[in-house]
């Protein structure tokens, strides 16, 4: 049976056909490592601001609450090596060991090793980082990491004989790649959304994205016609080209260069961290050896191993078991995703409540609905209640002045999620309520988050809220005012807000 298995993988991957992966391998995992190396130094730089003890949701305070209310299912709810200790030094420590093996990765140090040590290092900040890291890419990272084990070579020293390369670890790398691309544009027509139906979306989503870029505001200025031709190419790039994937050689690298150039047009235009990087080094999976050969140097197909074109792998049984169970998991999680009314009760659906908190296998579909109003919250403080001064964000629209910039693949997470705050009512964010309740109390690592703070001296004694709505200038708006943005005042967000006496 289980050499029936591999022969059908073998077959899959194209070994009978000739096509050997070693360099894409060894391509995936640096790729890996250097992503891993900008996600735990990107939120390094912020985690105390986010999650840390004088933070917006301290981490502190969800692992109090949990073990008061929760008993020993705590650890399999919310699984975090900070149940040890989840001080300010505690989240610096797992950053600093969460880079270092990502530059080990990199360095082909023990690849399976620190595999593991990423994953478990980037699922416990996950969970303790509630709305500041519930973001898709954040999952795929896990994912991506989860099922590179299948994949990484076992040596501990870089130098040593790679082996051969298991098609297990390679099916089931294209299958996340398959259905985080394919469902992406499918859900755009199955969840009923008119502007993808009406080809319609892009007259919106250029502005209405949460972090904009001034690529961004010259898209916007094209013609409706572009526009809608655009949307039609997404369509088939995020839906016709995945379907490729498990095909013939030649549709392989067809469906690689499609998802890459789709990549690549979303990284030029809209700041999305370091997810089309991660979405790029899984595409590169498809390529096999015959054609790194042609673009790599020679030092770095010798490096990589792939001159002799070692033979495929064959899977031990447990390790074929469980990439089976893997397989079968990520297949029913693909399906759900696809409908816009979730299942009630199964046993499907229990299993998947049971494993949901390791956040490693995973539903994907971005903008299944497109956003047709820009809400930006613009929070300002005062001393007195009738001179009011605003705060201003880094990177998220505020001064109509201030060009959009490119700020990925670092991911300024109190930005974004201003973006989500604008779409919710006050009474429904409560991280936000946190936020300014640091304000008043004038918290450094929070301020810190901040591009400028009216207070420097001392924090306001009352600080608000108000809701805009902002649309990109036209072409002879920004020639006549110079400003990017036109913004109408809607009224307040949320009361006005102080610390009591």
Not at 114 to 120: E, F, N, P, R, S
Not at 313 to 332: D, E, F, I, N
Request: net charge positive.
């Amino acid at each position: 049976m289980l050499d029936l298995c591999d022969t059908a993988l073998r077959w899959v991957v194209g070994s009978e056909r000739g096509s050997t992966y070693s360099i894409p391998r060894w391509v995936f995992l640096r790729a890996l490592g250097l992503i891993f190396l900008v996600a735990f130094i990107s939120l390094w730089v912020q985690v105390k601001g986010l999650i840390g003890s004088q933070g917006i949701l301290p981490a502190q305070d969800l692992l109090r609450a949990a073990q008061a209310q929760l008993g020993p299912e705590r650890y399999r709810l919310f699984p975090t090596l900070l149940w040890v200790n989840a001080s300010d030094t505690a989240l610096d420590v797992v950053c600093a060991l969460g880079t270092a093996a990502a530059v080990a990765l990199v360095a082909d140090v023990a690849p399976t090793v620190m595999l593991i040590v990423l994953w478990a290092l980037y699922l416990s900040l996950t969970v303790i980082g509630r709305d500041f890291l519930s973001f898709q890419w954040d999952v795929l990272l896990l994912e991506a990491a989860l099922l590179a084990l299948f994949l990484a070579p076992r040596h501990l020293l870089p130098g040593r004989a790679i082996g051969a390369v298991p098609a297990l670890g390679l099916v089931l790398l294209w299958w996340l790649l398959f259905r985080l691309t394919f469902a992406s544009g499918l859900v755009k027509l199955t969840w009923g959304d008119p502007t993808w139906r009406h080809l319609t979306a892009l007259d919106y989503h250029f502005w209405t994205q949460p972090l904009p870029t001034w690529t961004a505001w010259l898209l916007q200025q094209v013609p409706e016609w572009w526009k809608r031709l655009s949307v039609l190419g997404t369509l088939v790039l995020e839906i016709g080209f995945p379907l490729l994937i498990f095909g013939p050689r030649s549709l392989r690298l067809a469906a690689c260069a499609g998802i890459v150039l789709m990549q690549l047009a979303i990284f030029a235009s809209g700041n999305y961290t370091f997810f089309n990087l991660l979405t790029i080094a899984l595409a590169l999976l498809l390529i096999d050896d015959q054609l790194w050969v042609r673009i790599l140097p020679g030092s770095l197909v010798r490096a990589a191993g792939s001159e002799a074109g070692p033979p495929f792998a064959v899977s031990g049984l447990t390790v074929a078991g469980l990439g089976v169970l893997l397989l079968a998991a990520s297949t029913l999680r693909f399906v759900q995703t696809l409908a816009p009314v979730a299942p009630n009760g199964g046993a499907g659906v229990r299993a998947f409540a049971w494993i949901e908190p390791f956040r490693s296998i995973n539903g994907y579909g971005l903008f299944r609905v497109m956003t047709t109003a820009r809400r930006e919250i613009v929070v300002e403080g005062s001393d007195d209640g009738t001179t009011w001064r605003a705060y201003e964000f880094r990177y998220k629209p505020g001064d109509p002045l201030h060009r959009p910039e490119f700020v990925e693949p670092h991911q300024p997470r109190l930005d974004w999620q201003m973006w989500f705050a604008g779409l919710s009512a006050y009474e429904a964010t409560p991280w936000f309520q946190g936020f300014l309740v640091r304000l008043l109390q004038g918290s450094p690592p929070v301020l810190r988050l901040l591009a400028v703070n009216p207070f420097p001296d001392r924090p306001p004694r009352y600080v608000r809220s108000l809701l805009y709505d902002y649309r990109f200038t036209t072409r002879a708006e920004r020639r006549a005012t110079g400003a990017w943005w036109t913004r109408t005042l809607l009224g307040n967000y949320g009361p006005v807000v102080s610390l009591p006496p």
